[in-house]
Structures are given as structure tokens and as C-alpha cells.
């Protein structure tokens, strides 16, 4: 994906995500970068800002499941729990899975480009 579209693409999915009052700064990065993740967020909570980084070797499909993904991350981030709750982190990783998988397949696919 270029960077034009990516821009494009979270800029679409934070409108329909109703985040606006957030300051995103999304960038795709590569396998070196990003470790064994594909894609990580990092927020500051009082700001509304954050940083989200994506894999940009992903294909078109995964690389806006993982936006989606990082962005229902933020939405979710005042309910933060301790990193020691497993318990609570598998749940939240679930949920947002299949929030993630099911607003992208509830998606209009043709104003993408
Ligand atoms: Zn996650």
C-alpha cells in the first residue's frame, strides 16, 4: 500500500470510528521495526494522542484489520487494566478481534480507493 492510501485509509476509519478528537499518528513500518507484531500502539491517555505503527508488508485486507485493530485499541483505552491481567488483556485482544474482523467486513468496499 502507498503512503497516500494508508494516510487515506486510517483517515477513513478514524471518521468511522468516531475518533476525531484523537491525534493519531499512523505510520507502516517495516519487519525490523515491528519485531514479531503487526501493528502496536502507543497512547497518551489525557492528550488523546497516539502513535500507531503498522507492518507495510501486510496485504491490503490485513493491513486495514490491523488499523482498525490498533484503533478500537485506543477507543477501549480508558478502560486500561494491569499488564499482569491476562485474564482481562485475552479477553480485550478477543473482543477486538472480532469487532475488528466485523467492521471491516461490514465495510463499504467500494469507496476504498
Ligand atoms: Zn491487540
Known sequence: MTQPDFDKL???WQKRLRMQNWKIT???KNAEAMGPNNGF???EITHLSADVDILETLDDAK???TVIHEFLH????HWEFPESDRAQGDAQETAINVL???FYALAPRRRNK
Do not use: G
Not at 74 to 77: F, G
Open 63 to 65: 493491513l486495514e484489520r
Open 26 to 28: 499512523a505510520r507502516m
Open 10 to 12: 486510517c483517515k477513513r
Open 74 to 77: 485506543l477507543m477501549l483505552a
Open 100 to 102: 475488528a474482523d466485523s
Open 41 to 43: 500502539v502507543e497512547f
